[in-house]
Structure formats: C-alpha cells, structure tokens
C-alpha cells in the first residue's frame, strides 16, 4: 500500500480546518437528545476505487454529507446533505474539475433517523487519479455525552470487507448488496442453523427458485403460474396450460409440437418460412390433437399492408402501407416520402386535419426542426440553411413542378445568443418554369419586394401603384382624388369633391376647395381658403 510520511503540523492544519466546518452541526446536535451507544453507532467507511472514493455508513441513516479540504485550509468541494447510505466521489471540486495531485482532508456527516449527527474525518493523498488514505496521529476518540464517536473514517484496503451482506440506499433506490459470491434467500431459525434456501442469485445473475445450482437466467424447481401467458422470442403468446411442449407455426406447413402439429393453410399458395409473399392467405393456426386450440387466427392480408384486427379474431389489411425502406402510404401503396397521403376526395375537411381542445390560448403546432450533425450529436445550423420547406407541386400534363414555396431560412451562424432567420416566398411567374424568391420578410421585420436585401421596413424593386393615394401617419401626402386632380402635402386638397384639374403642392394648399376647378395654389397655406372658382 503506497504511503507518504506527512509532517505533524500538516495534519493539525487539515484537523483545525475541517473542524470548524462542523461547528453549526455540532451545534444542532446538542439539541438532539442522544441515543444508546448499541444504536447509534455512526461508522463511515471509505474505499478508493477506480477514480472514485466510496464514503458508507450503515444503520439508521437517513442522510450524509461530504466536504473536502485542500491543504492550505480551502474546501474545494461540498455535497450538501443528500439522502442515503452512501456517496461516491469522483475526486472533483464542487465544478466537476479534477482536483489536482496533492495532500486533502475530507470531513464526513451522518444524520440518523432520529435527526443525530455523528461526523468522521480522514486524510489522503490523490496521485495519478487514484486515493490514498493515511492514518492521522494518534487516531483520537472524542468522548460525547453517551456516545463515543470515533473522529476517523475506517478506510477499507483492497479486497478488505468482502465477505459482507448489507442494505444500502444511493438516495433513489434501495439496493441489497453481497460483497462476495451470490445472494442466498433463507427462512428459519438462522442462529440456530436451521435455516433452509429457498431463493438463490447467482454472481452471473441467474436466479434458482428450489435450485441450488441454477444454470439459466430462470430456473424453477417445480411449478410456474402465469395470469397473462407467456411470450415466446419469436412473439407467439401461449395464454393455454392444456398440453405439453411449446407450439409455433409456419405458413408454408406444418411444426410439430410435443402434443401436436400446427397447421398453416394458405390460401394464396404455399409460402416457405419467412417469405413475406405478396398474395393473399389466411393462416389457421391450431392443435391436430390435444384437449383444445392454443391460437385461433384467421384472416388475409397483402405484402407490405399493416394489420388491423378486422373483428375480434380476424385479421386483415389496414389503409396504411409500410415499404421495404421504411416509408409509410397512406392511400398509396408506393410511398415516396417518409409519410405520404394520396387520395381523390373531394369533400371537406380532406388531407390533414390537426385539432386541440382546452381552455387556454395554445393552438396546434405545425413543428418542423433543422439541425447539422447527427440525431445523437446535433450541431448548430449556419447562414443559409433552410429551416422547411412548405412546397405546393402541380401536375403539368408530365410531370409535377413546383409552383410556389414559403422557406424560412437561417440568418446567421445560430449560437445560444443569436438565432437570426428570414421568411421568404418564392413564387413562378405565367409562361415560365423558374421558381424564385419575390418576397422577403427579415428577421428585423424589413420587407423586401423584388429585392432580397431590404433597408427599410418597405423597399420596393419596382414601381408602386395606388388607386387613390399615400397616408403618412394618417395624413394624406400624395393623392389623386376625382378628375385629373394632383395633390402634394398633408392636407392638401383634402377636402375636394367634384373639383377638377386642380394642382396643390404644400401643407393645406387648397385644403378648402370642394368644387373649383383648373386652379393651382403652391406653398403651405395656400388657397386655403378658396371653395370654388375657376383657374386660380
């Protein structure tokens, strides 16, 4: 066992420092009333394992706690109360870093089910990943009022403490543990060795029911009652204790049985075992001999079909369709997509309907994801990957085209702080085949027509047309009302009815004409106040 000479007042400065991260406990522990010492025993064991260090405490224990100390006095990692008989470090520091080679103190908390506080503390070397305890000077007791705690942990060297039966709990799951050979289940009178075997478990993990030496994953000395049958590898499920031996089937004829055979007709043809065929058959099952059937199953299907139960006991084909690549049709018998629907429906609702029923505000989601990389390691998407795709084909006499596309899209490198995408629409103008991008909204909310690259939250590649005029904030600015009318400027002309053949340029220039025609007023103001005329 590798062991280092340690100057004294090293470990009065580990013993000094882990001491009095217990003061607080210590003083929760005077207000406990204090047990007998057969009962409260509060022992810690420690084992080094492979990089791991078992701390244990077996009896009543409902809790424990772990703190290590580094040299200089520092505690580099605290467990906090956790529930169980046991902790397993890894020899981390409180950020799951590996602690690095050197001398440390550990300081051990068990609270009992009473709510009793016993703590332990130990000293050890880490070397190349691996634990290495030593025992401190003198190994001292503390006398406590009714209880004689020992202040070290029992450090258990290689193969000490095998030969143990316990209980144990790592705070999820209770766990029954034999430290050497398998698990023996006994009843009678143990002390005075009249106790029988009644259940064994086997280092290998074969359980022996009546059996001394099992030799499978089960092995039972006599009878095995069952509610619900017993399933075979091969799924067949024998529900019947009536007769002897296992009974399976083939389609193209007959397997014997220890009582029996069963039989397999076909009415499609016979098919050798394992021929998936593509006609249609029904296929009995059932004993030639013996008190009664262990399977009745009747029914025809097709190659590829998915099976319904078309009654009770007959089966038969369902709408959908699996292919050999693993896509499945719905209406269709060749899927050409992971989940393809054909039909010829014209009524309404059709295709896919997807409902929710509850009493908030959440709807139903259409959810499509993108990432690089694999299922088991995605990796983030990068400018220009297309989230989805939303895909309207048609039939051009030949062949399907696509006609119209709504494709977000990736903006930028996505990190956990950035995730920039645009939506674009793309659409084929009359008398061509190009499908192209005609409208773009940004992740800032730009909207880009004609031009993929918008500066403001409307830019145009092209002209505008309006059948009336343009309204900034609510004022008109630029307009053409009645007949051969033009009006420039908030509030200009706003009030003209039958007036025509005007031109007012300016903030309310011949905002009062109504009925005036021919007349041109520019600047602010003016003509505000004519209502008639001609040619002013």
Not at 349 to 361: A, S
């Amino acid at each position: 066992m590798f062991r280092r000479r340690i100057p004294l007042f090293v470990y009065c400065l580990l013993f000094l420092t882990v001491g009095m991260t217990t003061v607080r406990a210590q003083n929760q522990e005077q207000a406990v009333a204090q047990l007998p010492v057969n009962i409260s025993s509060g022992q810690v064991t420690a084992a080094a394992g492979n990089e791991t260090v078992r701390f244990s405490s077996l009896g009543l224990v409902r809790r424990m706690r772990l703190e290590v100390v580094n040299q200089v006095g520092a505690r580099v990692f605290d467990s906090d109360f956790r529930e169980g008989t046991f902790i397993d470090w890894k020899m981390e520091d409180s950020s799951r870093n590996r602690l690095a080679d050197g001398l440390y103190g550990c300081h051990v908390t068990v609270e009992e089910l009473s709510g009793h506080l016993s703590h332990r503390r130990g000293i050890f070397w880490l070397t190349a990943g691996n634990a290495y305890f030593t025992d401190p000077p003198g190994n001292r007791k503390s006398t406590q009022a009714a209880d004689e705690v020992q202040e070290s942990v029992t450090v258990l060297r290689a193969d000490e403490g095998r030969a143990i039966a316990l209980l144990a709990h790592d705070g999820n799951r209770g766990q029954v543990v034999s430290g050497k050979g398998g698990l023996s289940f006994r009843v009678g009178d143990f002390f005075s060795g009249k106790d029988i075997e009644r259940m064994r478990l086997t280092e290998d993990g074969e359980l022996g029911i009546g059996v001394e030496e099992p030799g499978a994953r089960l092995d039972v000395a006599g009878l095995i009652r069952t509610s619900e049958g017993i399933v075979f590898p091969d799924g067949t499920i024998q529900k019947s204790a009536a007769g002897a031996g296992v009974v399976s089937a083939s389609r193209d004829g007959s397997r014997a049985g220890a009582e029996g055979t069963v039989r397999g007709a076909a009415t499609g043809g016979a098919r050798s075992p394992g021929n998936a065929g593509s006609g249609k058959g029904n296929v009995i099952l059932a004993r030639d001999s013996g008190p009664g059937p262990v399977f009745a199953i009747d029914g025809s299907g097709t190659a590829g079909k998915i099976a319904k139960w078309t009654s009770s006991t007959l089966l038969g084909d369902s709408v959908l369709t699996e292919s050999a690549d693993g896509k499945i049709g719905i209406g269709t018998t060749t899927p050409i997509s992971h989940f393809n629907v054909v039909s010829t429906s014209t009524s309404s609702p059709r295709g896919v309907t997807n409902e929710q029923y509850n009493n908030g505000m959440d709807a139903v989601q259409f959810r499509g994801r993108k990432a690089r990389g694999a299922p088991a390691s995605p990796a983030a998407v990068q400018a220009g990957d297309v989230l989805g795709n939303y895909v309207f084909d048609a039939h051009d006499g030949v062949a399907f085209y696509t006609g119209v596309q709504i494709r977000p899209v990736v903006e930028e490198a996505w990190t956990p702080t950035a995730h920039g995408a645009y939506l674009a629409l793309w659409t084929t103008p009359p008398g061509t085949t190009t499908n192209t991008e005609k409208l773009r909204i940004t992740g800032v909310g730009n909207v880009g027509i004609g031009t993929t690259t918008p500066t403001s939250k409307l830019t145009v590649a092209g002209d505008i047309e309006s059948t009336t005029g343009f309204k900034i904030a609510g004022a008109s600015v630029l307009g053409i009302p009645g007949t051969n009318n033009t009006f420039a400027g908030s509030g200009a002309g706003q009030n003209n009815t039958t007036g025509s053949e005007n031109s007012f340029f300016g903030q309310g220039a011949g905002m009062s004409n109504t009925t005036g025609i021919k007349h041109s007023f520019f600047g602010r103001l003016a003509g505000m106040n004519n209502t008639g005329g001609i040619g002013n």
